[in-house]
């Protein structure tokens, strides 16, 4: 079962655990929003669902909530930015708009972020850079080792996002917000919570074969060392490979181009205590630059226009673009509330409560 929780309450609540965290009231808000805006999009893996996680992460010492972002180096189309340890929001929402006013001077800019953490959905970043006029793609390395590599049996990479974003001008920006894995590791979790059978393809065990108790899948992911979560595409003989490739092209983007850590070795040579050292990707490109203002923008509309307009299989099925699905969600959470599972809600109860918090999300805000 869940309740639906109205989006004011899901950000006041987040809001007030992270200020009691330590978190200047600035980083709270931000936080709270890539947070807020990720649940309304439906991606319910990422959204207020990590707090419990969060949590831990902190009173293991393992987050800072109270950074000094460094620019370690700087040039006219890039920059790479230390977030000091800290949660992945703020600085992700300041390293895009970083990229975007280089982007504007120079046509293509690059900002790598290294020494951060999670960063929750890679696809609200690259929305920063459509909704100032540019294109915006997104890559992460991840903590989390959970993908099981193609013809390998254990888990080696993580899920490994990767996101899209170009603004059009008659229809919403085209937004692709994606794992390199089948689902994210959180999609996972959100089937254990609601006590739902996980889809057969997204968690193979030891033996390659599918798992799709939620118990057992959650345990290969996030206990077991071995099984996990297919690449995209699944097994090889469907395109799996191509889900690898991607995400190890997204570790490079995203964790070798900036220092961070890759988990698989950090396993080895760090202490559980040290901090995740992740690292972020943020790519802006001005259309502008390449072609007359808003010329870029029209062909992208026909584009969608055609994508669109594409007969059916289903007449009562309308073809769709990337973004399309977040949007319609995020329109109806707005107007009908959040569902929170209530084993999640119980744990946000406890967080609130060691935070020393009012709890603010059940009925009525008690």
């Known amino acids: 079962m869940s309740q639906r929780i109205p989006a004011e309450q899901i950000r006041q609540q987040l809001l007030s655990v992270l200020r009691a965290w330590g978190m200047s009231d600035g980083h709270a808000a931000t936080t ?3 947070m807020l805006e990720t649940d309304l999009r439906g991606v319910d893996s990422h959204g207020i669902s990590m707090l419990p996680t969060y949590d831990r992460e902190f009173r293991a010492g393992r987050l800072n909530m109270r950074p000094s972002f460094k620019t370690v180096r700087e040039g006219p189309s890039m920059a790479l930015i230390d977030a000091d340890a800290s949660l992945g929001h703020p600085v992700s929402v300041h390293a895009m708009n970083l990229a975007v006013d280089k982007c504007l001077e120079s046509a293509v800019a690059v900002v790598s972020v290294v020494n951060s953490h999670h960063f ?80 057969p393809g997204w968690v193979v065990d030891d033996k390659g074969q599918p798992v ?29 490979h191509k889900g690898y490739g991607l995400a190890v092209m ?44 808003g010329e870029f923008e029209h062909d992208l509309d026909e ?23 977040e949007m319609a969600t995020r329109a109806e959470r707005l107007r009908e509330g959040v569902p929170i599972p209530d084993d999640l809600m119980d744990q ?16 009525g805000g008690r």
């Open 250 to 293: 997204v570790h490079i983007l995203g964790g070798a181009l900036a220092g961070a850590s890759f988990s698989p070795i950090r396993n080895r040579t760090q202490k559980p205590s040290d901090p995740h050292n992740i690292g972020h990707f943020f790519l802006a490109i001005d259309p502008r630059a390449f072609r007359a203002p």
């Open 120 to 199: 929750g959905a890679a696809g609200c970043y690259a929305r920063i850079a459509a909704d100032r006029g540019v294109i915006g793609m997104v890559t992460s390395s991840t903590r989390g080792v959970s993908l099981v590599p193609t013809f390998a049996a254990e888990p080696v990479m993580g899920t490994n996002p990767l996101a899209f974003a170009a603004p059009a001008r008659r229809n919403p920006p085209f937004q692709l917000d994606m794992a390199t894995t089948t689902v994210a590791a959180g999609k996972v979790k959100v089937y254990k919570l609601n006590h739902r059978p996980v889809p």
């Open 212 to 240: 799709t108790d939620p118990e057992q899948a959650f345990a290969h992911v996030f206990e077991r060392p071995e099984g996990g979560i297919t690449p995209l595409g699944g097994p090889r003989e469907v395109g799996g």
């Open 348 to 363: 946000l109860r406890t967080v609130a409560s060691t935070a020393g918090v009012p709890f603010v999300l059940a009925a």
């Open 32 to 34: 709270a929003d890539m």
């Open 303 to 325: 584009v969608i226009d055609v994508l669109h307009g594409a007969r059916r299989a289903d007449a009562a099925q309308p073809v769709l673009v990337a973004g399309d699905p």
